[in-house]
C-alpha cells in the first residue's frame, strides 16, 4: 500500500507561485510514475502533470503547459508541483497520484494510489 501527503496548497494572487509537495510512502526512485491532477468544484478532475521514476520523461495538461513543472527528489521521496502565474481557474483541489508503472499516463483512472488533496485557491 503507497501513502501520499500532499501540503503546500493556500492562497495565492494571481500571477504569483506556489509549490506542491507530495510525500511517500515508497521510494520515488522505484517502479512507480507520479502524477498531479486538480478538480475544481462541478468539473471532473483534470490532468495536470506525471513524472516517470527516472525523472527524464514528463507530461503536463495543455492548461498548465509552460507554468507549471513537476519534479522528485528521490533523496526524500517526495514529488513536487511547482506552479508559477497561477491563474483564477488554477483554482481546485490538487491530488497526488501513483501507480506501479515505468511510463506516464494523463488518465487518473489508471493511478492506484492517492493522497487526500490539498485546496489551491487564486485570487483575482
Known amino acids: 500500500q503507497v501513502q501520499l501527503v500532499e501540503s503546500g496548497g493556500g492562497l495565492v494572487e494571481a500571477g504569483g507561485s506556489l509549490r506542491l509537495s507530495c510525500a511517500a510512502s515508497v521510494r520515488t526512485s522505484g517502479t512507480y510514475t507520479w502524477g498531479w491532477f486538480r478538480q475544481a468544484p462541478g468539473n471532473e478532475r483534470e490532468f495536470v502533470a506525471a513524472i516517470a521514476r527516472t525523472g527524464f520523461s514528463t507530461m503536463y495538461g495543455d492548461s498548465v503547459k509552460g507554468r507549471f513543472t513537476i519534479a522528485s527528489d528521490n533523496a526524500k521521496n517526495t514529488v513536487y508541483l511547482q506552479m508559477n502565474s497561477l491563474k483564477p481557474e488554477d483554482t481546485a483541489v490538487y491530488y497526488c497520484?501513483?501507480?506501479?508503472?515505468?511510463?506516464?499516463?494523463?488518465?487518473?483512472?489508471?493511478?492506484?494510489?492517492w493522497g487526500q488533496g490539498t485546496q489551491v485557491t487564486v485570487s483575482s
Open positions: 497520484a501513483a501507480r506501479k508503472a515505468t511510463y506516464t499516463t494523463p488518465r487518473w483512472n489508471e493511478y492506484d494510489y
